[in-house]
Structure formats: C-alpha cells, structure tokens
C-alpha cells in the first residue's frame, strides 16, 4: 500500500508541467485520490475569503467563494503550522454552526495542512468525508507530503505572477518608446519634404548633365533652357541648349568638369527651343551622380536680375518705409545709406554710420574667416544669406537675419552692395531653447534605451555615468548606490576620475548616522548645488578630505518612497549651475530612478524564479531513483545555488545526540561522517532541539566559539533548521560559512524548504527500507504459495497417468480420450499457472496465453502431424482470474482441432486473432479442417467439450461465444476486460 503510494506520487511529480496551478490542480486530486475523500479542495486565503483554488469531486453546487471566518481551512491557515489538523465527529463541533460546508454536504471527517508561501501560510489543502474516518500515521505524512509539494508550486506561482507585472510593465515602457520614435520618423520624413519642396521651389536654376547629356533639372532649370516637362529635356545634349556665341567657352568648360575642376561664374548665352537667345550666369562643379562623374551646374537668368535691379531703382522709396534694416554701400564696403529701421535697430542714426563700413557692428562673435568668405562670396556677385551676430551702439548682441546682394550696372560691373536684416533674436532665443530642449530629451532617450538594453546592473551604472557626465560636460561623475538595512551609501560607478581618485572613492568608508551627501540629497528630494565641498556641512568629511574638487551638484535617485542611491557631478573649476540644469537634473534624477528600480525589481523576479525552479529541481530528486546519500547531496548542492555556504551537514536525531549523516563542502569529509553531538549539553544543537525552530548566529566567535571546536573552528557564520515530519523532530540542517555577519534571518526563508525536502529525503528512506523489507515477505510467501500449488497440480497430473495405466480398461477407447482430456485441462491449468507465477500474477498478454496453450496440446500429436500455428501479436492483457478460464476453454479448442480438423490429413493451419474495441475483449480462433457439423451448428448435438466451452465463457468470463464454418471452423469469443478491478 505505501509503496503504491509513493509510486503515484512520484509518477505525478514527473507529470508535472510548467503551469503552477495545474500542479497544484494534480496534487489535490491526488490527496483525494489515495486517501479515499469523498471530496478534497485548496483554498487559498485572498482578504476575508476563501477561494477555491483546486477541487476534487466536489458536489455541482459547490461555491467556490466563501467568507474566511468559521471555516475549518481558514483555522488550518491561521495556526499556519507544518503538521495535519484532524477534525473527527464534524456534526459535534462548532464548525456544523460557522462552517457551510459542514451540514451543507453532511461532512463527517475533515484532514487538512497549512500550506506555506516562504515563512507565511497563504493556503490549506483539505480532504472531507461523509463518513467516519481515521487516519493513521502514513495518511498524516501522506497528506503533509502533498501540501509541501503545493507549497513548492505556490512558490513558483507567485513568481511567474511577479515576472508577468514586470513584462506587462516592461511592454508598456516600449509602446511607449516606439510611439516617440513613430513620432521622430514622421518628423523626419516632414523634414525630408520640406527639403524636397525647397529644392523644387528654389529660384535659381539646378542641372546635373552626364556624357554631355542632361539627365536631372529642377523647375528653375527647366524654365531657363525653356522647356516645359523634365522628360521634354532629359537625354538631351548640352550643346543643343547654348547659342553659338558661348559653345567654345562651354566646350572648354566640359574639359575642365572632366578633369576634376570646377569652373567659376561666367557669362553665357543659352538658346531655347523657339530660337530665342537668353543671357545667363553659370556656375558648375565635377560631382559623382548614381554612381558615375557628372557635371552639376548652377545657372541664374540675367534678364531677371537686371530687370530686377531696374525694379529695385524705381522702388527705392520703399526701402525707406520697410520694417527690414537695409544698409547701401559701395563695392569697397563703405556706407553710403541707411533706413529708418536701422536706426531703430543699432541706435546709430544717418549721420554717424556714412562713411563707415559696417564693422561698427562686428559682434566679436564669428571667427575671421567667415568674413573672408561672406567677401569673397558677394564680390563674385553672389548673393550672400546667413544669421550673423552683430552688436548695437549701446554693446547689446542681437541676432539678424542677413541677406547681402550685388548690385551691377548695365556693363555687369558691381557697383554697390544692398544688405537687408530682420531682427530674429527672440526667435533664435526660443530655437535655441528648443535645440537644448530637444538634445536634453535626446539625452533622456539615450539614458532608458541604456537602461533597457543593459544586460545587468553593473553595465547599466557604467553606462549611464559616461552619459551623465557627457550630457553635463564635466569634469567627473560619480554613481552611489543606497544600502537601506545598513543605512550607508555605497560606491558603484565613476567615470573621469584619476586612478587614485577612482582608488579612494571605492575605498571610503561610511559609518551608519554619519552625515553624507547622499542623505542629504535624500532629505531634500532634489538636487543640490555646493559652491565648497570642503566647507560644506552636508559633505561626508572623509570625502571632503579626500577630493580636490569643490563645485559640484548631488541628483537623488529615489522612486516613490524607495531610496535607491545618488549621482554625483564634479568640476574642476568654478561652475554655476543655471536653473534648467538643476530642471534637468531633477528629470534625469527621477529618470534613472526609475530605471534602477525596474532593473531591481527584474533582478529580484529573476532571483525568485531561480530559488522557485531550484526548489522544484530539489522536489524532484527527492522522486528520482537515488540513494539517500545522493539525494540529500543533490539538496545541499542546489541550497548552494540559492544561499552560498562554506560547509553544510545534515544531521539525523538518535537517542540522546546528533549525528552527521551527510555533508558536503568539508576538507575531511570521512573525518566529518558518524560525528555526533550531545543534546544533553548547553550547545547550540541542545537548543535548536529543545526550540524546534531555525537559529541564526551571526558571528560564533561573540559566546559561542568554545561549541565550534575541530574540525569546525574555522566557522564564524552558522545557520541551523531542525528538519520535522509532523511536528516530530528528526534531525537538523546546518551551513557555515567563514565570513562572520554572513548569514541572516532573511536567509531562514530559503533555507526551510530545502531542510524539508532532506526530511521527506530522510522519511522516505525509512518508509522505502520498511516497503522493501514487506516485499521481500510478501516475495517469500508467495512463491511458496506458487511452489504448493505447482506441485499439487503436478500431483494431480501424475495420479490422472496412474489412474489412466492401472484402471483396467487400457482398450476402452472412450475412457482413454476422457482420461486424455483431463489430463490436457490440467497441463493447460499448470501452464497458465507458470505463466500468472513468472509474472507475479499480474495481468498477462492473452496472445502469449493462446500460443503457451496451443504449443502444450501439440505435444499429444503424433510425430507425423503436421501442425502451423498462428497467433497473430496483440497488446489485449486479461487478469488472472479470466486467464485460468481462457484456459480451459483454448485448451478445449486446440484439442478438438487435432480430434477433427486433422481427419485423414496430416497437416492443420490453428489461427487466432485478438482485438479490443472500448472494454470489449474478441478472440477468433480458426482452423482450416472440415468445419463443423450441421448438428452441431443447429444445436442439435452436444457434447463434453462445447458444454464445458458454453459454461466456461458465460459463467466464467461472462461473455459469450458463436460458432460458423467459413474454409474451416470459426469460433468467436467476446467479453469485458477486467484490467482495472485487477489493479485494485
């Protein structure tokens, strides 16, 4: 029975997939199952309810969903204890009045236990019956075995719950991202459109030519060759377009472009379709266009400009009353005339800026060169656009959109220069607002896509610390980190700083209370400026004393009400932090925070996940066929995954000590086997007895040192967890470690599952050596059995021969088939007898039963018959019982075949054919012999055989049978298999 057990219960752990409630949906079935319940449920405690989370036979209009209070499983989960609660006479006690279940079903007998989640009960496995019910001591650690298992998977449960919040989060922070990178596009392809729409709107004119050919024009270049549709000019060749005045300077201009030199402005004529001849200014460069050399050339119509300068001379008095600032000079740069406007906008009036140039208003601000070029550019009689920076009589900078023009007398000769300005100031102010705006985002940006694609921590701080400090440009950046139980900060990440300074900033130490920066920065909730960190109060001195820098600014990270740690920017020499930088500081400051807190939050998930898995990994070793030194040496091994230790034992309880039974991680481990220790001393060991309950030391050497003598002396950190099977304490679990402060109370939550599992360990052994030593008994007796019953089947056999020599009637011929018959049955009863023996009287395949019984009547033949049997392979299996009846009754069919289906021949073919459909066992059995009679088939004429056939097949068997000839004769055999009442 316990073996049966433990059989189920190993085959449901390794049926065990990776959904959690599943498992646990298996494991209550399972306590149902093999305790008998009427019904069993798991309810787990969520507020004031219970909610059923697993059932097992429960009635239809079972609910679900009860109030908490009252309730039997509400108790169990309170007292939150490891061993089963046993409620008899459930009609006598308070719960037939607070409990609906009770009278509602009318329950009896209720068992249940705690189920844990880490060191706290969430939940209750239970089994009910409607009828008296007492357990024994198998079905208590049965039950306690089951709810340790749920426990595992509640574990696991809770995790992937944890793992799903993370994702969810994690996906909504990437929606989130990939929508302002959605945004980004689209602002680039708008960008992309806009310069698309310039470059077909720009007035001047735009052509690329290839081999002599034209192969690209914009709208400007189509109007100045005088074509309407680029297809009208594309391919087609250069010199068609210019008149016959300019085709020798534009043949020699072609050479240049191929040679790699590009050709300055020059006058030329162009001539368009209809004849017309049009004077232009050219301008080309060699480029490279979709793969290979190209001429680009810039081309402006001279008749628009001189019409344009004829316009510009008839309006002059509009100059006057523009709101633009225009200044006229001569072609040397001096000043001849300015407007109104200009006056307004420098403060220098008419009379003080003629005569002058305009460097009255050089700003400082742009290098020299960018003069030479704006000279160079307009003496070529180009037009000249740009912002520059200039200043106003008072000294006030101010941006000006400046656009300075050539002017050309009827010869083309420039005369003056007309300069236009428009004050953009506040507009450059809020572009460059903006720019900075949009390169802090950036910069933000940079810092979550840092976050996200780290693969750890550690990389995530030394990537964002070179960004912080990139995004500040300063001198050195410094990462801390927050060590909330010890109430210190501690050094991360740096970047910029020199290897001593990087030496000193890991190696300072901070005391708890004492003031830092960072709690300051903590107190303040955000950033703070210190002008002199060697003066300041809120400076931690050691640091004070150890860095030359003295103007900084500390960025708290903190998120929600969690402290996370503090950044750190440092500068050389005196910096003053403007308001949007501490604006900024505050953004990234929450920024980073946040992305510590989710990589945290990932780290602790993953952390539960592995400690969930390894304690799975650990259940199911417990199930694997191994020694118990293996198993508990696999326990150790994995508890070293979850909580790193120097040495560990497992400790069994015996009289009045504790003996090392296992052990792992020792120098000497044959020197650490068989120690014991007293129980009745004052130790350690004593108390863990006596308490029953984990203890914690943090340092041994501090009172404790003379209990950890050789070979334990080198201990400093220990940790020990009694290991009980239904409040009964059986030994103990301990690990050491030789860094004093190493373990903590924290620690006791993962250690208890893996000290339970060495329990089961240990529980199992002892019930699998008690199992072992009842099969051995039952072994015995049943082959003595097997051996009594052979022999007198034997016996039974050899008084049929005695009885067939000596009975006096040798001749009679009837007497001598009757005797022949019996002792067939007999030999067919024995066979099957071996058979069921061999097998351990467990069900047998009725295909090898059919060909054992057939091949056993063969040997009555003679030595000239010629018989072929088949029996065609089939995987129907009958219990014993049908087995010994299958006998019979093959026994009796393979004898008529010999009897009648030989005749005169010397050969027979016996064919048997088996099939199941549903529960429904068939059996053909043919031969290929003259069939059988018309009296027989009519039922007309009986004898012996088919009655004791008929009887065999509808009492025995409870099937029945019909008989046909078809090229020989057919007999059908049909009943229910009985597999299942068998295995009971």
Known sequence: MVQQRLDKINQCFLEFGIDPLANIR???????SLLGATCALYNRLEGDKLITTAQWQTPPDYNPVNPAEGCICFDVIKKGATDVVYVPNLPQTHYAHTDPNVAGYNLQTY?????????????????????????????????????????????????????????????????????????????????????????????????????????????????????????????????????????AIVKERLRRIANGQANPPLELELIHPDGTIHPVESTSVPIEFEGHPAALTFSRDLNVQRQAEELMRKHASVVEQTGDAVIITDKNGVIEYVNPAFEALTGYCHAEVVGQTPRILKSGQHPPEFYV???????????????????????????????????????????????????????????QERRQHEQFLASLSDITRAALDAPDLQTMLDILVKKLRALYNADSCYFILWDEVNQIPVPIAVDGATPENRRKFFSIEVHPNEQTLTAALFESGRPLVVENSKTSPIIHRKSAETFDRRWLMGIPFVAGQQKLGAAIIFYNSPHQFSGTEITQAEQIGQQIALALAKVQLLEETQRRWQEAEILRQVTAAVTEPLSFNERVARILEQLEQVVPYDSASAQLLQNDYLEIISGRGFKEPEKIMGLRFSIKEDNINARAVREKQ???????????????????????????????????????????????????????????????QVAVSIENSRLFEQARHDAEAKAVLLREVNHRVKNNLSAIIGLLYAERRHSGVKDDAIYQNIMQDL??????????????????????????????????????????????????????????????????????????????????????????????????????????????????????????????????????????????????????????????????
């Not at 994690?170 to 929606?175: A, G, H, N």
């Not at 209990?707 to 301990?734: A, C, N």
Request: with cysteine; aromatic share 8%.
């Open 373 to 431: 070029q704006l000279w160079a550019r307009i003496l070529a009689g180009k037009t000249f656009r740009d912002v520059l920076v200039s200043k106003k009589k008072n000294g006030e900078l101010f941006y000006e959109e400046k656009t300075i023009t050539p002017l050309r007398d009827a010869a083309g000769n420039i005369t003056h220069f007309v300069s236009t300005g428009k004050d953009i100031t506040e507009r450059r102010l809020v572009e």
């Open 823 to 984: 002792i067939n049955r007999v030999k067919g009863l024995s066979v099957v007898h071996h058979l069921l023996s061999a097998a351990e009287w467990t069900p047998l395949p009725l295909d090898k039963i059919a060909k054992k019984l057939i091949d056993a009547t063969l040997h009555s033949l003679s030595p000239e018959a010629k018989v072929t049997v088949s029996v065609r392979p089939s995987p129907v299996v009958v219990v014993p019982k049908q087995a010994n009846n299958l006998a019979l009754v093959i026994n009796e069919l393979a004898t008529n075949s010999l009897k009648y289906a030989l005749g005169l021949r010397n050969t027979v073919c016996i064919t048997v054919n088996i099939s199941q459909n549903g529960p429904l066992i068939r059996l053909e059995y043919r031969d290929d012999g003259p069939g059988f009679p018309p009296n027989i088939l009519e039922n007309q004429q009986q004898n012996v055989g088919l009655y004791l056939v008929e009887t065999l097949i509808r009492d025995g068997l409870l099937g029945t049978f019909s008989m046909y000839n078809e090229n020989g004769a057919v007999t059908v055999i049909e009943f229910s298999e009985q597999i299942h009442e068998a295995k009971q």
């Open 111 to 247: 068992m249940g236990r705690a189920v844990q989640r880490g060191s706290r009960a969430v939940g209750a496995l239970s089994v009910m019956f409607d009828k008296p019910f007492t357990p024994s001591e198998d079905d208590h650690h049965l039950l306690g075995l089951l709810a340790s298992a749920v426990s595992v998977e509640e574990e696991r449960w809770h995790a992937l719950e944890e793992l799903a919040n993370y994702q969810h989060n994690l996906e909504q922070l990437v929606e989130a991202r990939t929508a302002d990178l959605a945004a980004a596009h689209q602002k680039l392809q708008q960008q992309e459109k806009n310069y698309r729409t310039l470059f077909n709107a720009a007035p001047i004119s735009i052509l690329v030519a290839q081999d002599g050919n034209y192969v690209f024009a914009n709208p400007a270049g189509l109007r100045l060759l005088g074509f309407n549709r680029p297809e009208e000019l594309l391919g087609t060749p250069i010199m068609q377009t210019v008149a016959p005045a300019s085709q």
């Open 694 to 756: 984990p203890i914690v030391i943090s340092d041994v050497w501090d009172g404790h040192r003379h209990y950890f003598e050789w070979p334990h002396d080198s201990i400093r950190s220990w940790l020990g967890v009694p290991l009980m099977i239904r409040e009964r304490m059986i030994g103990m679990l301990t690990i050491d470690s030789f860094q004093p402060g190493f373990f903590n109370k924290d620690h006791i939550r993962l250690v208890v599952p893996f000290a339970n």
């Open 26 to 32: 298996q494991l209550t079935g399972l306590a149902g």
